[in-house]
T-cell receptor, first 111, second 112 residues
C-alpha cells in the first residue's frame, strides 16, 4: 500500500516553461487536494477535488490547472512557470471523516 | 470562513522540560482541528485530531491537545521534550473533509 505518491521529488524549471506534477493514491479516497508550502506561511490550498470529474479552486489557484479523470490521479499543471511558484508542493487525499494523508512533497525551483 | 493563528513562530525548550505550542482558530462551523508535525525535509505526519468528541485529545509520541471552545484555542502540549521532537508543528482547522487551513507553523528546537 503506497499511500500518496508524488513525482518528481525535485524539479528545476526555467521561467515560462510548463510542467505537470503527478499525484497518485491507492486508497480509493474521494477527496484529493494540492497545497504549496512557503516559509512562514504554512500550507496553502491551491486546488481540490471531491471526486472524479469534479475540481474547484482553493486559496491560491492562479497559474495552476488541475483535472481529475480517475479516482486515483490528480495532476497539477503549471502553465507558464514563474519564480513566485518556487515552493514545496504537497498532494493530499482523504475519505469522509478520515485522516488526511500527504505525499512526500515536490520541491520546485523556477529560475 | 476559517483561519488559524499560531501564536509562536519559534519555541525553544530544554530536553526533559514541558512543551507548549499555542493555537487559536476561527471557524463559521463546528470545526475539526488537527496538529501535524513536519521533520526537516520530510512530509507531514498527523499528531492528533479533534472532532467534537472528548475535549482533551491524546496523540502520538506523548503529545496531547485541549479544545477550549470559549477561548477558541487548541494548544498542544507534551510533558517532557525529547531531542526527536525538534521539528515544525502546524495547527490546522477544517470545516469539511478536504479543505484544510494551516497555521504559519511553530518551529521547535530542543536543547540538550
Amino acid at each position: 500500500n503506497a499511500g500518496v505518491t508524488q513525482t518528481p521529488k525535485f524539479q528545476v524549471l526555467k521561467t515560462g516553461q510548463s510542467m505537470t506534477l503527478q499525484c497518485a493514491q491507492d486508497m480509493n479516497h474521494e477527496y484529493m487536494s494540492w497545497y504549496r508550502q512557503d516559509p512562514g506561511m504554512g500550507l496553502r490550498l491551491i486546488h481540490y477535488s471531491v471526486g472524479a470529474g469534479i475540481t474547484d479552486q482553493g486559496e491560491v489557484p492562479n497559474g495552476y490547472n488541475v483535472s481529475r479523470s480517475t479516482t486515483e490521479d490528480f495532476p497539477l499543471r503549471l502553465l507558464s512557470a514563474a519564480p513566485s511558484q518556487t515552493s514545496v508542493y504537497f498532494c493530499a487525499s482523504s475519505r469522509a471523516e478520515r485522516e488526511v494523508f500527504f505525499g512526500q512533497g515536490t520541491r520546485l525551483t523556477v529560475v | 470562513a476559517q483561519s488559524v493563528t499560531q501564536l509562536d513562530s519559534h519555541v525553544s525548550v530544554s530536553e526533559g522540560t514541558p512543551v507548549l505550542l499555542r493555537c487559536n482558530y476561527s471557524s463559521s462551523y463546528s470545526p475539526s482541528l488537527f496538529w501535524y508535525v513536519q521533520h526537516p525535509n520530510k512530509g507531514l505526519q498527523l499528531l492528533l485530531k479533534y472532532t467534537s468528541a472528548a475535549t482533551l485529545v491524546k496523540g502520538i509520541n506523548g503529545f496531547e491537545a485541549e479544545f477550549k471552545k470559549s477561548e477558541t484555542s487548541f494548544h498542544l502540549t507534551k510533558p517532557s521534550a525529547h531531542m526527536s521532537d525538534a521539528a515544525e508543528y502546524f495547527c490546522v482547522v477544517s470545516s469539511n473533509d478536504y479543505k484544510l487551513s494551516f497555521g504559519a507553523g511553530t518551529t521547535v528546537t530542543v536543547r540538550a
